[in-house]
């Protein structure tokens, strides 16, 4: 429900500012395992009409996938 709440005020100032659509700054839901973490976003982005992304950070060297690797690294790549 903090979720919700949260989003819809974001929306509710983009519109007052004069803005269209759904805006949102970046957004991580935190919280235990199997919560509906997962679920609400990938329904959220589906209301929306966007492409999903999921990284699983429990996994690895999360950072990495993330924001990439540095230039002079011998495997550099850019992050998700």
């Given at each position: 429900?903090?979720?919700?709440?949260?989003?819809?005020?974001?929306?509710?100032?983009?519109?007052a500012s004069g803005g269209r659509g759904l805006?949102?700054?970046?957004?991580?839901?935190?919280?235990?395992?199997?919560?509906?973490?997962?679920?609400?976003?990938?329904?959220?982005?589906?209301?929306?009409?966007?492409?999903?992304?999921?990284?699983?950070?429990?996994?690895?060297?999360?950072?990495?996938?993330?924001?990439g690797t540095e230039k002079g690294w011998a495997?550099?790549?850019?992050?998700?």
């Amino acid at each position: 429900r903090e979720v919700s709440t949260w989003i819809m005020h974001q929306m509710l100032q983009h519109v007052a500012s004069g803005g269209r659509g759904l805006t949102l700054p970046p957004v991580i839901l935190v919280g235990p395992p199997g919560i509906g973490k997962s679920h609400y976003a990938r329904k959220l982005a589906e209301l929306a009409g966007l492409p999903v992304r999921m990284i699983d950070v429990g996994a690895g060297s999360a950072g990495f996938r993330i924001s990439g690797t540095e230039k002079g690294w011998a495997t550099a790549q850019s992050g998700l």
